[in-house]
């Protein structure tokens, strides 16, 4: 059964990595969350186009100096989690999106990763089993009684809010609301149906199943998922899909390449071929031929 802990903090670029990697090893999964305050660079720092790469020149066409910052404080976030996740340094992951504004790392499809924001607070979500989604929301957001009841639950969720005590009602929305987020997102362009029409029971503090409008079982079709407090103040909630092919107990770009694609690689950005930990810029031979890639969705 897939396993995800809970989520690992990291304040800042000199976060301890090491035991991102260590989570995907051993459980297939990661969560990271972190403060966009810790994520901003100094003014001027010069490294900043090389570390966002195709995401620079978005960057440079927000007017608003708020939005610049939060779009650049997620973005160093995704990367600098996505290269410990596979042992590289984060000017060479080449983060891309899908029409649907999904990001994934070009040339590494062994991983898949998942971003969400709100405030101040930042999640990444890394797998090595499937698919996998993310959202992080606060804990105290408003949610019961406004409306969101009828837009977002099904029959058998509403049961329960209404069986259960008042007090928790809002704290029972909130996780309903950032689990089928982290559903859909995990589906990407494949989800076509509303909140309403597939619905979670929990159970724990963190754990959720899958279940049809009604509240009947359904076959769990190789999901996970699980929702978690961070910092006191927000809730994080990730679904994981396990695909069924099979583990790597090494993940880091050095093994998850091919041989002779890495030494092509090293080859086009004048690099020396790494030891064991890895790393490498997949976009350097596999990128963007015709200078084209969709960017959607902050």
């Known amino acids: 059964m897939t ?16 035991r991102v990697h260590e989570e995907l090893v051993r459980t297939g999964s990661v969560l990271v969350y972190g403060r966009m305050p ?8 010069a490294d900043l186009r090389l570390l966002l790469g195709r995401d620079w020149a978005r960057y440079e066409k927000f007017g608003r100096a708020g939005m ?9 976030f995704l990367r600098y989690t996505a290269a410990a996740a596979v042992q590289t340094l984060p000017h060479l992951v080449d983060v891309a999106y899908l029409p ?34 993310v959202d992080v929301e606060r804990a105290d957001r408003r949610l019961a009684h406004t409306g969101s009841e009828a837009q977002a639950c099904t029959p058998f969720e509403k049961r329960h809010l209404d069986r259960d005590a008042e007090s928790a009602r809002n704290d029972t929305m909130v996780r309903l609301w950032t689990l089928k987020e982290a559903y859909s997102k995990a589906l990407g362009q494949g989800l076509r149906f509303r909140f309403t029409e597939f619905g979670f029971a929990l ?10 409008p009604d509240g009947s079982a359904t ?20 679904a994981v899909f396990d695909d069924g092919f099979g583990e790597l107990s090494d993940v880091s770009v050095g093994t998850t390449l091919h041989e002779g694609l890495l030494d092509a690689l090293y080859g086009a950005i004048g690099e020396e071929l790494p030891g064991p930990a890895g790393s490498g810029n997949p976009a350097g031979v596999l990128g963007d031929a015709d200078g084209v890639d969709t960017v959607a969705g902050a």
Request: net charge neutral; aromatic share 8%; proline share 6%.
């Open 38 to 45: 810790g994520w901003q660079p100094e003014a001027g720092a």
């Open 219 to 238: 076959d769990d079709g190789g999901w996970t998922f699980g929702t978690f407090d961070v910092g006191g103040s927000h809730v994080v909630s990730v």
């Open 3 to 18: 396993t995800i802990g809970r989520p690992l903090c990291a304040p800042g670029p000199e976060s301890p990595w090491e």
């Open 203 to 212: 159970h724990g503090a963190s754990g959720a199943r899958l279940v049809r």
């Open 68 to 76: 610049r910052e939060r779009f650049l404080a997620s973005r160093l």
């Open 100 to 133: 649907g504004g999904r990001p994934y790392v070009r040339g590494l499809d062994q991983i898949d990763i998942s971003l969400s924001h709100t405030d101040e607070t930042m999640v990444v979500g890394v797998t090595r089993r499937g698919r996998i989604g």
